[in-house]
Structures are given as structure tokens and as C-alpha cells.
């Protein structure tokens, strides 16, 4: 059976793995939209290569180009917010949203809203609303599949189980660059350092949020509102292998986990076929070619992200959103050259401190937090640095 897929964030690391799998089984699945922020370029591209019938471009301003670049076939090219939610929301009952950040928040929610089976890649969407984004997909009957390698790992695991049974969740992290890196080594670190990930191939601002650990705390974050338990019951421990995906322990003491390389493949696929599975060109996983599997608790002092988001869940209301937002700004300042690595956590540390928000009602509550604290983060930034 063909289904309707939409992939938002298609031109990302996400999106073209996405789509690489798509075009391995041409019988499974029709593209139905594509979106990009900019990249109007690859966004043609793959639209003229899916025979996609929308292709989206979030910048207004790149319409023109991208309607120039896909004269004379059957897609339509759209831009900014309203096609963009169009594209999550259209005929596709399976949507990819995998746009980074809370840029992703109104297009996800838009296709939860509708009902649509969502493979959720974005997890800043789920960081900075999720109780309204698990809500609204208890009210709509959408179902949200977890893309994270974690969180799909997880996910996995605890198919057929009985929820109750859970004593707890154990999220592995592979350490990130500087795992091994002195505190003075990672004050020193530059984008590049920061960017280059042992393990995985992914899009800047995760590969820095792998850096800084903050990742992890998203994910924390991310699967207390996938799966329902509190702070107490979410562990980390950090596996440089990356080959444990995650683990659930269980009441009786019995520890299930998922396996396989580090290919962002290997999850996607299961999102998008389940409930059945599809094959994958993942390179098969050879235990004894890896020979061993080490685990280490996080240190705290060299990765204060990760604790700081264990904060934020712990507070509730609107301390996520607030993490998240701070957390986007700091990163692209640093990728920006203009602030240093040990200035993200710090600068997420003041604006978590200096927040005083009621926890956000609806996703316009969220859009006004995340706003008014990018502002102040911006503002913080310039005046330290003045
Ligand atoms: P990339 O930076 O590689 O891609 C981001 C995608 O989002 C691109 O298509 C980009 O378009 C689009 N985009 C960026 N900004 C906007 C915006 N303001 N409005 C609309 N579209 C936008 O990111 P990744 O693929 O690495 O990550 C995507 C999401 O998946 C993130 O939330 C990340 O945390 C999560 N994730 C990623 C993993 C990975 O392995 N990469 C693993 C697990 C989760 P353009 O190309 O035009 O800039």
C-alpha cells in the first residue's frame, strides 16, 4: 500500500535520509510536499526527483526563485508560514517534520491538529510545548512516532509492554567530541571542533547541542512528555559506541534495549513503516568486530547543559520553553563566532534564572515566551560582550 508523505525540513540532514528511503521503496510511498527554510536549490531538486506536488519555501523572499526553478512541471511552488502549514497538513497522512527548532512548533502542531501521523524528528517542538502537543494528540487522534534515536529506541522496546511495568527509562549519549576533552580544552573548542561528532552526521545546532551535552537535556525532556514519567524515572549514561540506542528497565528488574550502527536510517524506517518494519542499507551490526561496549556517568562540571535541563523539566510551566529558546539563540551565536562553548550553557543558566512566565496555555503562549526570551538572550549577549 502507497502512502502520503509530507517531509518538512527535506533539504536537512533528517529530510535526506528521509527521503533516501523513500526512493529505495518507490512502492511504499508518494510524496506529497516538501519544504525548506532557504535552500530553494536542493528544495527543486528533490521536488522534480519525488514528483512532489508542493514544494514550500519558509522565506517569502526565495519565492520567486523557487517558482523559476519549477517552471514547466506539475509542483506548486508555495512560501512562508501558511503553505508551510498546508505542506503539514495536505493530503499526506504521514508527515516527517524535521525542520530544526521551534521554527517546526506551528507546522507540527498544525499537522497533530489534523490527526496526521507524525514521525517527529523536531525536538525542539516537543521541548517548548509539549504538554499541549501530546494534549492536542490525545484530542485529534494523532499519532506521534518518535524519529530520535533515543526515543524510537525506546519506543521499540516498549511495544507490547504494559506502561505500568516501567521502573525506568535509560537515554545513552555518546559523550559528543569533548567527552574525553579537559575543562580548559573545552573552553577553548571552536565551532568546527564542536560540530565534528565522533558517531553521527547531523545538521549544526544538534551537533553543538551534542557537544554541550544539551542534547541530551532536550531529549530528557522529550521523553518525559513521549512517555509519561517524571525526572526520577529518566537516567543517562554516556556509551561512546553509540551502538545502545536507549534502554528500558522494567519492575522485575529485566533491562530491554535497542541496537544497531549509529544510522539515523535505522529509526527513521521504523517510523515510516510502522506498524511493520522495512529494510534498510544500514551497514548490520558486528558485535564482535566492536569487541566491547563502555558506559560512564555524565560529568555535570564539564557538561553543565545537561543538568540545567533536568532543571527546567523538574521546574515545568514554562522553563523548557525557555531553555530551548535561550538554547537556540546561544548556539547560533556561537556558530557565529561570538560567543565562546562554555558561554551557551551560561548564557541558558541566566536566562532560565531571570524567567518569570506562567506556564503557557496554548501555542500562542509559547510563540510569545520563546519570542520575549530570545529577545532578552540577545540582549544579555551584547551587553556581556560590550
Ligand atoms: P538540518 O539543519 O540538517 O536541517 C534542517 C531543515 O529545516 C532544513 O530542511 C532547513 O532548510 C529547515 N529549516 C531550518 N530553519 C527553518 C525555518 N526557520 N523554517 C522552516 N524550515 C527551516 O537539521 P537536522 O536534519 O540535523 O535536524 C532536524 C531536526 O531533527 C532537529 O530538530 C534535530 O534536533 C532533529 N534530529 C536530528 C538528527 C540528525 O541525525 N540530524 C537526529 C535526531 C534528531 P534549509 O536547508 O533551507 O536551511
Known sequence: MTRKLAIL????????????????????????ALTASTNVEALAELARRT??????????????????????????????????????????ELVMAAIVG???????????????????????ALVTAGALMTGAAARSGATLLPVDSEHNAIFQCLAGSNREH???IILTASGGPFRATSADGIAAATPAQAVAHPKWSMGAKISVDSATLMNKGLELIEAHYLFGLPSSQLDVV???????????EFVDGSVLAQLGNPDMRIPIAYALAWPERMPTPAQR??????????????????????????????????????????????????????????????????????????????????????????????????????
Open 9 to 32: 525540513g527535506a533539504t536537512g540532514s533528517i529530510g535526506k535520509s528521509t527521503l533516501d528511503l523513500v526512493e529505495r521503496n518507490p512502492d511504499r510511498f508518494e510524496v506529497t
Open 51 to 92: 514528483g512532489a506536488r508542493l514544494a514550500v519555501v519558509a522565506d517569502e523572499g526565495r519565492y520567486n526563485e523557487l517558482a523559476g526553478l519549477l517552471a514547466g512541471t506539475d509542483c506548486r511552488a508555495a512560501a512562508g508560514e501558511a503553505a508551510l502549514i498546508e505542506a503539514a497538513t495536505g493530503d499526506a
Open 102 to 124: 521551534c521554527a517546526g512548533l506551528k507546522p507540527a502542531m498544525a499537522a497533530v491538529d489534523a490527526g496526521r501521523t507524525v514521525a517527529l524528528a523536531n525536538k525542539e
Open 166 to 168: 516501567v521502573s525506568k
Open 238 to 248: 554516556i556509551h561512546p559506541q553509540s551502538v545502545i540506542h536507549s534502554l528500558v
Open 285 to 386: 551490526l558486528d558485535l564482535a568486530a566492536i569487541g566491547r561496549l563502555d558506559f560512564e556517568a555524565p560529568d555535570l562540571q564539564r557538561f553543565p547543559a545537561l543538568r540545567l535541563a533536568r532543571e527546567a523539566l523538574e521546574a515545568g510551566g514554562a522553563a523548557p520553553t525557555v531553555l530551548n529558546a535561550a538554547n537556540e539563540i546561544a548556539v547560533a551565536s556561537f556558530l557565529a563566532g561570538a560567543i565562546r562553548f562554555p558561554q551557551i550553557a551560561a548564557v541558558v543558566h541566566e536566562a532560565l534564572n531571570g524567567a518569570d512566565y506562567d506556564a503557557p496555555n496554548s501555542i500562542g503562549d509559547v510563540l510569545e515566551i520563546d519570542r520575549v526570551t530570545r529577545e532578552k538572550t540577545r540582549s544579555m549577549m551584547q551587553a556581556s560582550c560590550a
